[in-house]
Every structure is written in structure tokens, then in C-alpha cells.
């Protein structure tokens, strides 16, 4: 199979079933597997008619939405590439991504999409074709328009094209975020798609039955997986609205049943659900611990069928009443598995959940793998690991810790960059991961950081922030954590307060309400220094951080800091910041 038939077998397959649910004129609308693939044949017949020919690249610089869906499988089914810009980049991330691609047509979002193509396009020798999927001033094409013409025309050369389309075509290119360097382009082939979206539903990840709440970018690998992975099941996509503040109001009316996203969301909604703990003292914390392992251990109970003993009962229906009820209802009441991935998450957070019967389950893969190298089963879990590899992927560690991947979900190359395509493989072949791991007796793979973000210090020390950083970030006001101490004799950290929970409790204590202000009062440090205090309680003196300084605003992926699923560009954040981390050493 190939992704260039991918719209057209579901339509086949599932042809009443309802394909896409989204959300306009205040209400939610399904479309059909067949109404998707009239709405994919049509746009597809109209970039035919643009001159658009296999193989040729055509990006789309839009949000996450029906529109996305359509344009996506339309221009895979013409025998073309898909290029995939954020709808956050800049005018300038959007012409090196258009500009390296040469992309031929670009399917915007909107009018401000359209606005930063008209800023570069004098850079873009290559673009023919400028097309937008809401109407702006300027009468550019529309994607409506698109669909019209293509409407009255022959399928005769789009069923030659999809035909023509073969396992090792590019399907999709998408860039790396670019932590250093501009982005490359990941060329993914048709292989890799197919294979990972095939192999996520015989593991049951998705199923037919499933309904899928997306408000990840499509323009991410993640997102696109489980999309590609809906179709093959004949589940129901729900895309968020494009409101984010509304994300928890649509879980209600969704009520999904599958829900991906990445680990800072799940963080904040831990952080949330257990503010009861504020101000606990140790025998209520060690009760709520309890209460927690009952959880686990009852669900792991239920999930392989046997009986829960008598002695269990009173203490879980107890914590069901009393939490896990509440905390299932922030997800819809109905989430079989959220799918946790882009970054690690704590263990502690991971069996808050389980025990709550909204299974977190942490999956691993990068844009090289098609999105998916390992995933935890709701049968098969290990909490703290990202689970055993899948069937087509191959795993081992290098000499030097690192995780290197074979199968058929390794990407192909990087686009026209045949230096970084020769150094991210080994001699043999296999995939240089650049993240160091473990896998143990039974196959369960543990990331213990990334390779370049390992830190020496100046006494010779190696270390791996990301573990402490995650630790830290479980604090109720903690936002973001960066450990610091490269050739310095001990770790540092730069701190930033999350003003969801920061201000209120500021604000009913009579402090100010300004981020700026609060990075700077004494009783903010330290709760902070409290949180660190517990933090670094988990790791050797040698790794603890020593100083830290709050800044007095976040880190945003607008101010390129962190990527478009919120990890942090850590090499940007030590250059921006690198005299806050000097003074820290005084």
C-alpha cells in the first residue's frame, strides 16, 4: 500500500462510517470516508489541472483541521510530495521550507499565511501556485475553487498516478525543528507511512471504534501518524476547534476515546488534579500514595481479566469516588489510552493516571522513524519506559549508550543534504538516534537523555539534564526547567514560572500579579527552592542543582525557544541566556 491510495482504500473500506468531526458555526459536523475521498479525488484532479506532476513537492502552510486532511491525501494522491510548514513559522522559517523544497504550489491556511508567502516570494523562484482554504482580499485561489475545477474532470490520470506510485517515493518531507542549524527535510517514503499506520492498528493503538481528539499540528510527524493510522482503522478524527483555551470543553462534547498529546499537557493537568496535596502533610501525602497504588494495582487487575480481591474494593471505590471520577471527566469520560509522546514524562505522573483509568501510555520515535519506534500496550507496560519496539522496527545500543533504530520505519534521507544523510547512519546501516538508552531483559527500551545535551562539567562529570529538569517541572509552578554546567564545577538552572498557577496563588496572597515582580519575591523563591529541594533529593550530590534564577517570563515556541511540541531548543536557550547562567557562577 502507499499513501497515494491511502483516502481512496478507507473510502472503500468504510464508506459510511464517519471519517472527520469538526467544529463550525458552533456546532460539530462529520464527514464520511466517502465524502472525505470525493472532497480528496477533487482537489487532487484540480493540482493535475495547475500542472502540478509527480514527484513535485507542495507544501501546506495551515492548521490542524479538515482542510489539512484533505489537502494532505489530495496531493499524495496526484503522485506529488507533501511538505509540511507550522502555521506558527515566520515568513522566513516558511521560505527555507518552501525555498529547500522547491515546492511548486503552497495550500495556506488563511490570509496571515498567504501575507508571509507575499513577504518571501520574490525567494521562491520555484512556486507557482499560491492557494488558500479561507478567502482573503487578495483573490488568491482557494482551495473551494481547486475542488470546483477538479470536480468536472476525468479520474483518468489521477488513477494512472495513483497506480504509478510506489513503495520508495517520497511521501512526505518534514523538517526538523532545527534545535541548531537551519532545518533539514526528512524525506519519508511511502513504505514508512503505510508501515507504521498498518502496524499502530494491529497493536490496537487505534481502532475502528476509536474516536481521536487532535489538536497536535499536523504539520508534525506525530500528528500525521495517528491520522494516517485513523484511516487505516476506519476510526473518527475530532479536530480541535482552534480555540487551545477550549481544549478541555471539547473533551467534554468529543468525549474521545483515543487522545494524543505531549507531555507538558499532561503535566499541567497532574499538576491540577492533585493541588489537594498543597499544604498536606505527610500522613495525608503517604494516604494519597496509597490510594494511587490501588488504583494501579486494581486496573493492572482488570486488564488481565482476574478477579479484584475483596480487600481492595472499599479502598478503590473510595479514591474512585472521591478523585480518579473527577480526573476521568477532564478527559470527556471516556479516553480509552492517551498517547503520551515528543518527550519524556515522569512515572509518578504516569500511574496518577493509570490509577485514575485515563492510561497515559508513553510511546518513542522521531521524524527519522515515521513517528514510531516503540509504544507501551495497555497489556504490556512498563511505567518510566517507552515500551518495547514495534514489530517493524529493530533496536540495539552502540558502545556509547546511543539508540540506533533498522526497519522498515527509518526514513529514507535528508533532502539534498547527502553529508547529514551519510553521518545520521552507522556503516551497517542503522539509524543514529542521538538519544542514549537501555532496553532490559524483556525488550522495554528506557531514554536516559540526548546525546548532545549531555553536560561535562568541569570536575569531568557527565550529565544528562533532562531527567532532574522533568523531576523539577512536576512542581505546581514550574513551567520550564534548563540545567546548566558545561566546564563549570556544579549544575545551575533557569527557571520560569507557570503563570496558570503562579498568579492565582499570588494573587489571593496579596502579592503581585506581574510574572517580572514574582521572579523576584522571596516567598516565590522559595517555593521554588522547595520544589528543587524535592527534585534534587532524587539524584546524587554531584548532579544536584546548586543556584537558580526565575526569569521573569516564559519560554515560548514564538521567541524560538521551544519547538512546536514544546521541547526546548536547549542550545538557543544557553546562547540567549548565556549571562544569566555567568551570574549564577559569581
Known amino acids: ?130 492557494i488558500v482554504v479561507e478567502p482573503d482580499a487578495d483573490a488568491t485561489t482557494t482551495l473551494q475553487q481547486l475542488r470546483e475545477s477538479g470536480a468536472g474532470a476525468s479520474s483518468d490520470e489521477l488513477d494512472r498516478r495513483i497506480a504509478a506510485v510506489t513503495p520508495q517515493d517520497p511521501s512526505t518531507i518534514i523538517y526538523t525543528s532545527g534545535t541548531t542549524g537551519p532545518p533539514k527535510g526528512c524525506v519519508i517514503t511511502h513504505r514508512s507511512n503505510a508501515a507504521v499506520a498498518d502496524v499502530i492498528n494491529r497493536i490496537d493503538v487505534v481502532t475502528s471504534d476509536d474516536v481521536v481528539y487532535l489538536y497536535l499540528p499536523l504539520a508534525h510527524i506525530f500528528a500525521q501518524m495517528l491520522e494516517n493510522a485513523a484511516f487505516e482503522a476506519g476510526a473518527t478524527l475530532a479536530y ?158 552502540a558502545g556509547d549508550g546511543e539508540i540506533e533504530v533498522s526497519g522498515d520505519v527509518v526514513f529514507k534521507e535528508y533532502w539534498r543534504d547527502p553529508q547529514a544523510t551519510a553521518e545520521a547512519f552507522t556503516e551497517d546501516g542503522w539509524l543514529r538516534t542521538g538519544d542514549l538508552g537501555a532496553i532490559d531483559d524483556d525488550g522495554f527500551l528506557t531514554i536516559t537523555g540526548r546525546k548532545k545535551d549531555v553536560i561535562i562539567t568541569a570536575g569531568g562529570k557527565n550529565l544528562t539534564p533532562a531527567n532532574l529538569e522533568n523531576d523539577l517541572k512536576r512542581g505546581r509552578f514550574v513551567s520550564q526547567a534548563v540545567m546548566y554546567a558545561d566546564r563549570r564545577p556544579y549544575p545551575v538552572a533557569l527557571i520560569t514560572l507557570d503563570a496558570d498557577e503562579i498568579l492565582p496563588w499570588a494573587k489571593d496572597r496579596g502579592l503581585p500579579t506581574e510574572l517580572p515582580l514574582l521572579a523576584e519575591h522571596d516567598e516565590v523563591r522559595a517555593l521554588i527552592g522547595a520544589d528543587l529541594e524535592q527534585a534534587n533529593a532524587r539524584y546524587a550530590q554531584v548532579e544536584q542543582i546548586k543556584r537558580f534564577t526565575i526569569l521573569g517570563h516564559d519560554l515560548t515556541q514564538e521567541s524560538g525557544e521551544l519547538t512546536p511540541t514544546l521541547k526546548l531548543k536547549r542550545s538557543v536557550v544557553y546562547e540567549r541566556y548565556g549571562d544569566v547562567f555567568d551570574e549564577m557562577y559569581r
Request: aromatic content about 8%; some cysteine.
Open 240 to 397: 480541535c476547534g482552534g480555540d487551545v483555551s477550549r481544549i478541555i470543553a471539547e473533551l467534554g462534547e468529543v468525549k474521545p476515546t483515543i487522545l494524543p498529546s505531549v507531555p507538558r499537557i499532561f503535566e499541567k493537568l497532574y499538576t491540577r488534579a492533585t493541588a489537594m496535596l498543597d499544604g498536606a502533610d505527610a500522613a495525608q501525602r503517604e494516604r494519597f500514595a496509597q490510594a494511587v497504588q490501588v488504583g494501579v494495582t486494581v486496573r493492572q487487575l482488570r486488564q488481565r481479566g482476574e478477579p479484584v480481591p475483596d480487600q481492595l474494593r472499599p479502598a478503590f471505590d473510595v479514591a474512585d469516588g472521591q478523585i480518579f471520577a473527577d480526573v476521568r471527566a477532564l478527559f470527556g469520560g471516556r479516553v480509552r489510552e492517551a498517547v503520551s509522546g515528543a518527550a519524556p514524562i515522569a512515572p509518578e505522573v504516569l500511574r496518577f493516571f493509570y490509577a485514575c483509568g485515563v492510561p497515559v501510555i508513553e510511546g518513542w520515535g522521531m521524524t527519522e522513524t515515521a513517528g514510531l519506534v516503540s509504544v507501551n500496550r495497555l497489556d504490556h507496560i512498563k511505567f518510566g519506559t517507552i515500551g518495547p519496539a514495534v514489530p517493524i522496527a529493530n533496536t540495539r545500543i
Open 1 to 130: 500500500m502507499t499513501m497515494a491510495e491511502h483516502a481512496r482504500r478507507a473510502a472503500e473500506r468504510f464508506a459510511d462510517r464517519p471519517a472527520l468531526r469538526f467544529r463550525r458555526d458552533g456546532t460539530w459536523q462529520d464527514l464520511t470516508y466517502a465524502e472525505v475521498w470525493r472532497a480528496v479525488g477533487e482537489i487532487a484532479r484540480g493540482l493535475i489541472q495547475l500542472g502540478i506532476q509527480p514527484g513535485d513537492r507542495v507544501c501546506i502552510f495551515a492548521p490542524t483541521g479538515p482542510e489539512w486532511t484533505f489537502a494532505n491525501y489530495a496531493i499524495a494522491s496526484a503522485g506529488a510530495v507533501v511538505v509540511s510548514i507550522y502555521p506558527t513559522n515566520s515568513a522566513e522559517e516558511a521560505q527555507w521550507v518552501a525555498g529547500n523544497s522547491e515546492a511548486k504550489a503552497v495550500i495556506c491556511g488563511d490570509a496571515s499565511h498567504v501575507a508571509k508567502i507575499a513577504q518571501v516570494r520574490d525567494g521562491l523562484p520555484m512556486l507557482d501556485h499560491v
